[in-house]
Nanobody, 121 residues
Framework: QVQLVESGGGLVQPGGSLRLSCATS????????MGWYRQAPGKQRDLVAD???????NYADSVKGRFTISRDNAKNTVYLQMDSLKPEDTAVYYC???????????????WGQGTQVTVSS
């Protein structure tokens, strides 16, 4: 069984910072792209940022210059440093990992349970 466990969400004032973490565990052969998505009430789930195993990153325009994604390949863990947070960043943040459980397994997307981020004064 594969699990993605997120941590680090919470309540923060506008302009503040939070750091999200997502640890992957279980029987895993290889992890490819890892990323963070978010979903606000009544809206679809959108990509925030992702990072390949080689370290190439991709960001949504709305978070460029404020958020930084990174990963520790040895720990199969991905991080999201969120600075200069705005009320419109309020959402449930989900971790995603594209991975193989065995060398002969297809690449499959797995999701975390989500962590709430609320930006409010």
């Amino acid at each position: 069984q594969v699990q993605l466990v997120e941590s680090g969400g919470g309540l923060v004032q506008p302009g503040g910072s939070l750091r999200l973490s997502c640890a992957t565990s279980g029987n895993i052969f290889r992890v490819y792209t890892m990323g963070w998505y978010r979903q606000a009430p009544g809206k679809q789930r959108d990509l925030v940022a992702d990072i390949t195993s080689g370290g190439s990153t991709n960001y949504a325009d709305s978070v460029k210059g404020r958020f930084t994604i990174s990963r520790d390949n040895a720990k199969n863990t991905v991080y999201l440093q969120m600075d200069s947070l705005k009320p419109e960043d309020t959402a449930v943040y989900y971790c995603n990992a594209n991975l193989q459980r065995r060398s002969f397994s297809p690449r499959t997307d797995y999701w975390g349970q989500g962590t709430q981020v609320t930006v409010s004064s």
